[in-house]
């Protein structure tokens, strides 16, 4: 029995770490950044996510506070029994029938067309996919306005992404975003196309709000191509995060870049895998990826009207 009493502590903090982890990594964060964050030390985060930190109630709440969840979320072992039930029955059918599960889903509570919502176009996915190049092109070919989404969070702050994040942190940015998200959803009702943040799936109730209202399209890239597309705009923030300094990328940081678009990748592939549809742009000319989005798009009664104005 001895061996069991000393291996099963040291499982828990093993696997409580790793919850720790994958939540930093789907929120893309750094360590550092939960640090700063939580006001934990960078060391005990990297103790606690190789499962060596004896971690208190305390600290586990400020590190879910600083991720954007409660401290529930982080300790629970399963989903709710009811939902465990349902996902092992939809794990016995084939994509056939699960497409006739998701539209009787959708048809039943409210997903199917909510007031206009497949007018309302978002294109979800990492920076580097493509989404604001085929964004401005879809929306001219639609006849519909083209909003980026971080430029309405800041609008409806009244402050920049810094600033919001900076005053507000994550939970404020979060109410913020979702202010914009219902707002864009009203003034648009005729049809809007949207970019948003490559993190927004990462937050449970933001994306279910944007799902419900919206017509979500990944727009998917290899990391290859995130990586050099970046560069080629220019465009030097960190991947793991909406903020921070901006610099050259030294053959170090373009390595430690491309590890932050895999882990991420990875994360969250599942989460932006619930879209309505997916485009890949990998390997693909932007007109050619123009054309996919506009297949995967649902078309409409006065669609173009406006194209070329």
Not at 223 to 250: I, K, N
Not at 268 to 278: C, F, I, N, S
Request: aromatic share 6%.
């Amino acid at each position: 029995m001895q061996p069991t009493n000393n291996h099963e502590p040291k499982a828990i903090l093993a696997e409580l770490g790793g919850r720790v982890r994958a939540w930093r990594a789907r929120r893309g964060m750094t360590r550092k950044q939960l640090a700063a964050d939580s006001g934990l030390s960078e060391r005990f985060l990297a103790d606690v996510e190789s499962g060596k930190g004896n971690v208190s109630i305390i600290s586990l709440q400020a590190a879910a506070r600083a991720l954007n969840i409660s401290i529930l979320e982080l300790l629970q072992d399963a989903p709710r029994p009811l939902f465990g039930r349902v996902q092992g029955l939809l794990g016995q059918l084939d994509d056939a029938q699960l497409d006739q599960a998701y539209a009787l889903l959708a048809a039943t509570f409210g997903r199917a067309d909510r007031q206009g919502r497949e007018k309302r176009i978002a294109l979800i996915g990492l920076r580097g996919a493509g989404k604001s190049t085929l964004g401005v092109q879809l929306a001219a070919h639609r006849g519909v306005p083209f909003v980026e989404l971080d430029r309405e969070i800041e609008r409806e702050a009244g402050t920049s992404m810094n600033e919001i994040l900076l005053l507000h942190g994550q939970a404020g940015y979060r109410r913020y975003e979702r202010r914009a998200l219902i707002r864009i959803a009203e003034e648009h009702a005729g049809g809007v196309v949207v970019t948003t943040g490559g993190s927004i799936v990462s937050e449970r109730e933001t994306f279910e709000l944007l799902q419900s209202r919206f017509y979500c399209v990944w727009v998917k890239a290899n990391p290859e191509e995130h990586m050099s597309r970046v560069v080629a705009q220019g465009d030097l923030r960190p991947f793991h995060s909406t903020h921070g300094d901006e610099g050259h990328f030294t053959q170090g940081a373009m390595g430690e870049a491309m590890e932050d678009i895999r882990r991420i990748l990875s994360s969250r592939e599942a989460l932006y895998a619930r879209a309505d549809a997916v485009v890949d742009t990998s390997a693909q000319s932007v007109k050619q990826s123009l054309k996919e989005l506009e297949r995967a798009v649902p078309h409409y009664a006065g669609q173009g009207s406006h194209a070329g104005h």
